[in-house]
Nanobody, 127 residues
Framework: QVQLVESGGDSVQPGGSLRLSCAAS?????MAWFRQAPGKEREGVAA???????????YYADSVRNRFRISQDDAKNTMYLQMNDLKPEDTAVYFC????????????????????WGRGTQVTVSS
């Protein structure tokens, strides 16, 4: 059973930055960030592959590309999401997800492909 613990959520002004962290209890094939705003469906934000042929291969949603950066520290089994130029529409609960199964590149932002989830951390962007 993989345990995931997110941290780093906060309230910031538009244009600000935050870095989220997700500590995993063990190695997984792929990890990702999802977010869910009030009244909206959960959406994929970014994903990163673990060790293997696709190690450190990343994938971003169009809405965050060039503003967010996903990374990981293999030694710590920890994933990060550096969020820059934050906008009010980025306000959401951010969830860390991990999968021990094969996830194809085109499926990396599909929530049904992940079998472990953290409890989420709130990010609020407001002036």
């Amino acid at each position: 059973q993989v345990q995931l613990v997110e941290s780093g959520g906060d309230s910031v002004q538009p244009g600000g930055s935050l870095r989220l962290s997700c500590a995993a209890s063990e190695y997984t094939n792929i990890m990702a960030w999802f977010r869910q705003a009030p009244g909206k469906e959960r959406e994929g934000v970014a994903a990163i592959y673990g060790r293997g042929n696709l190690h450190n291969t990343v994938y971003y949603a169009d809405s965050v590309r060039n503003r967010f950066r996903i990374s990981q520290d293999d030694a710590k089994n920890t994933m990060y999401l550096q969020m820059n130029d934050l906008k009010p529409e980025d306000t959401a609960v951010y969830f860390c997800a991990a999968s021990t199964q094969r996830v194809y590149y085109t499926e990396t932002l599909k929530s049904q492909k992940y079998n472990y989830w953290g409890r989420g951390t709130q990010v609020t962007v407001s002036s």
